[in-house]
């Protein structure tokens, strides 16, 4: 990979030198400097009144090495562009997101983000716009469901769960794995808030699953191990047995926590159905 010492001595060079740039902000792991190893990207934040135009040409991501891709998604509710998503030759990745002043002003008109509440790092200033930023507060409480968004999420799961099964049988395996991904989904946020109700106070779940094994108990880390498995159907069978199993007692617990309707009658009624394609089946 890139030495990442001498790609952020570039990019500083860069703004330093080039007087659209007003600030570079570091946030993610080297802003926090927590958890940062040989594989850690860069989350850069170049704030500029230009925005505008460094985002519809970000030729200037050249500037810090020889670009392997450079590609954006879209971006949803946001006031800024999409950030630019680029991977140097050698592996290191850099996330730019392109901001105006307001962003800065915004927050410390208002408060911190969340992003920024968990950490970040001013690497340069050319006129002292971030110098009244708040200090970082750590990670944000925990949101917890509505009964509406808690049910919702039960019964997709349960509607994705009882179709896999028609996809084992006819051993469409891609399919089985396709509709496998929204049940993982929805088991995640379960299990996100699981961890946010729990009794003795809610860990960090940072987002989509980092650091599962250090915010879950160990018993249920192990069994979400279980719940994937191979592209036969035996191992498709297998890992939704896992999947239904710990999503249905995760799903129960919650709602007790939450005070919410169990969602166990929904349960068993989807498991009878799941149990009548079981047998016979089969074996690829």
Not at 68 to 90: G, H, N, R, T
Not at 135 to 153: D, M, N, R, Y
Request: aromatic letters at 10%; proline letters at 7%; a negative charge.
């Amino acid at each position: 990979m890139e030495d990442p010492d001498a790609l952020l001595t570039s990019v500083l060079e860069w703004a330093a030198n080039d007087p659209r740039i007003g600030a570079v902000i570091a946030t993610g792991s080297r802003g926090r400097g927590e958890r940062v190893d040989e594989y850690s990207d860069f989350d850069l934040e170049i704030i500029t009144p230009q925005w505008q135009e460094l985002s519809a040409d970000p030729s200037w991501v050249h500037n810090f090495g020889e670009v392997l891709l450079c590609m954006s998604f879209d971006q949803i509710d946001s006031l800024w562009p999409a950030p630019k998503l680029v991977v140097y030759e050698q592996g290191r990745k850099c996330d730019f997101m392109i901001a105006g002043p307001e962003r800065v002003k915004s927050m410390i008109d208002d408060g911190l983000d969340a992003l920024y509440n968990r950490g970040y790092t001013v690497l340069f200033d050319r006129d002292g716009i971030t110098d009244k930023l708040p200090t970082p507060a750590g990670a944000p409480a925990p949101k917890l469901p509505s009964a509406a968004q808690f049910h919702e999420t039960v019964e997709e799961f349960w509607y994705e769960a009882t179709q896999i099964p028609v996809y084992i049988k006819r051993a469409d395996l891609w399919v089985v794995k396709f509709r496998d991904n929204t049940t993982k989904e929805d088991l995640l946020t379960m299990l996100e808030w699981y961890a946010a109700t729990d009794p003795d106070g809610p860990p960090d779940t940072w987002h989509i699953g980092h650091h599962m094994s250090e915010w879950l108990p160990a018993e249920i880390w192990d069994r979400v191990q279980q719940t994937y498995g191979g592209m036969s159907v035996d191992e498709s069978w297998r890992s939704l047995d896992a999947t239904v199993a710990l999503f249905a007692e995760i799903s129960e617990t919650v709602s007790q926590r939450c005070g919410f309707d169990s969602p166990t009658p929904l349960a068993t009624r989807a498991r009878r159905l799941i149990d009548t394609y079981r047998s016979p089946h089969i074996s690829t």
